[in-house]
């Protein structure tokens, strides 16, 4: 497993977003994250290329289609702690809403072989992870219902497994995806993150996900 080196400019980032806290190791107590459905489509047959950068596939030519985005984020647990060596999984569909999946029958949408879908990492001792992936499009969940873009995620603690989803502020199909309006104010708050320009360049986006564990 492996992600990217952490930066001394992604630690400032961090360390503002925590209050400066996360130099000392410890944020803020905060309720856990909300658990959600993981959904149909976790790929139980591994691919093969699972590193952080989603947006190639070793040995397949060309970059994944669609909007760069750079998500990273902390592991933590109820007190604030953070949660070192977590294994966090993410899995999601591709740019048109399409996953890699034998058991997504979107005919409508295409595949995109550049795209990996699925990555897993660890966090490190300060409970930090980060993945370089793409903005995943909306699909058809049922004829009358198009789930809004979301990334899924799983992590397991020292005790803990959180099994949840992740929005993007400002989508408008937050206000009628069934799983996502099924949550309260405080647990949507918790999993719905804002979309900034990149530190690492104008063409893509990053945003920030703390994942709060009951106990770690």
Same mark, same amino acid.
């Given at each position: 497993?492996?992600?990217?080196?952490?930066?001394?400019? /992604?630690?400032?980032?961090?360390?503002?977003?925590?209050?400066?806290?996360?130099?000392?190791?410890?944020?803020?107590?905060?309720?856990?994250?909300?658990?959600?459905?993981?959904?149909?489509?976790?790929?139980?047959?591994?691919?093969?290329?699972? /590193?952080?950068?989603?947006? &190639?596939?070793?040995?397949?030519?060309?970059?994944?289609?669609?909007?760069?985005?750079?998500?990273?984020?902390?592991?933590? /647990?109820?007190?604030? !702690?953070?949660?070192?060596?977590?294994?966090?999984? #993410?899995?999601?569909?591709? +740019?048109?809403?399409?996953?890699?999946? !034998?058991?997504?029958?979107?005919?409508?949408?295409? +595949? /995109?072989?550049?795209?990996?879908?699925?990555?897993?990492?660890?966090?490190?001792?300060?409970?930090?992870?980060? &993945?370089?992936? #793409?903005?995943?499009?909306?699909?058809?969940?049922?004829?009358?219902?198009?789930?809004?873009?979301? #990334?899924?995620?799983?992590?397991?603690?020292?005790?803990?497994?959180?099994? +949840?989803?992740?929005?993007?502020?400002?989508?408008?199909?937050?206000?009628?995806?069934?799983?996502?309006?099924?949550?309260?104010?405080?647990?949507?708050?918790?999993?719905?993150?804002?979309?900034?320009?990149? &530190?690492?360049?104008?063409?893509?986006?990053?945003?920030?996900?703390?994942?709060?564990?009951?106990?770690?």
């Amino acid at each position: 497993m492996s992600s990217r080196v952490i930066t001394r400019r /992604d630690l400032l980032r961090y360390s503002v977003a925590a209050g400066g806290s996360l130099v000392a190791g410890v944020a803020a107590a905060a309720s856990p994250t909300v658990e959600q459905v993981m959904g149909p489509f976790y790929p139980v047959a591994r691919p093969f290329d699972e /590193d952080a950068d989603l947006t &190639f596939v070793r040995g397949r030519p060309g970059r994944a289609l669609g909007q760069v985005l750079n998500l990273s984020g902390r592991v933590l /647990d109820a007190k604030g !702690k953070p949660v070192s060596r977590a294994v966090v999984e #993410i899995w999601q569909a591709n +740019t048109h809403g399409r996953y890699d999946h !034998k058991s997504d029958t979107n005919t409508g949408a295409p +595949t /995109d072989p550049a795209f990996q879908g699925y990555s897993q990492v660890r966090t490190d001792v300060l409970g930090r992870f980060a &993945f370089k992936t #793409i903005k995943p499009g909306a699909y058809p969940a049922t004829s009358d219902w198009t789930r809004t873009p979301h #990334i899924h995620f799983d992590v397991r603690g020292k005790v803990d497994r959180l099994v +949840t989803q992740l929005y993007f502020a400002d989508e408008p199909l937050n206000d009628t995806d069934l799983i996502y309006q099924a949550l309260t104010a405080e647990e949507q708050a918790g999993c719905t993150v804002a979309l900034t320009p990149s &530190f690492k360049d104008a063409a893509s986006l990053d945003a920030m996900f703390d994942i709060v564990l009951a106990t770690g």
